[in-house]
């Protein structure tokens, strides 16, 4: 049986980018300067938003994944939010290994591509501001 936090990430989801499937808004809602910033190993993921929806409406999804996998992981408490940022300390413990953040928006009725950070070692960038 699914969780019910993550039902309600893919019902919110499909909600918004339409059950039948819409089409990506190529560019226009994606994400921006999409960032891993770190202070003291605690790392969050920071994007600017493309371009809004009406009412403000946007929403973001979260991916995350080490360096050389594959699969891209969901961020659960970061699916279907509308904050700038996401959290991905937990996710990145691993000090020396490289990783990778994704972002989707999306609107009702549509959704953009995913914009990407780029690849993101904790043990080199600790010392950034949040």
Not at 20 to 41: R, Y
Not at 115 to 120: A, E, K, L, Y
């Amino acid at each position: 049986m699914m969780p019910k936090h993550c039902f309600l990430g893919l019902l919110i989801h499909f909600f918004l980018t339409g059950i039948g499937g819409s089409q990506p808004v190529h560019g226009s809602l994606k994400p921006q300067k999409v960032q891993f910033k770190s202070k003291n190993f605690h790392n969050v993921l920071h994007w600017q938003p493309g371009r809004m929806c009406v009412g403000n409406s946007n929403v973001y999804f979260v991916q995350h994944k080490m360096y050389g996998q594959s699969e891209w992981k969901d961020k659960q408490d970061c699916w279907g939010i509308r904050e700038l940022f996401c959290d991905l300390t937990n996710e990145t413990s691993h000090l020396q290994e490289p990783y990778y953040g994704r972002v989707q928006a999306a609107c009702p009725g549509s959704h953009s591509d995913w914009g990407m950070s780029q690849r993101f070692t904790p043990l080199w960038e600790r010392t950034k501001d949040l």
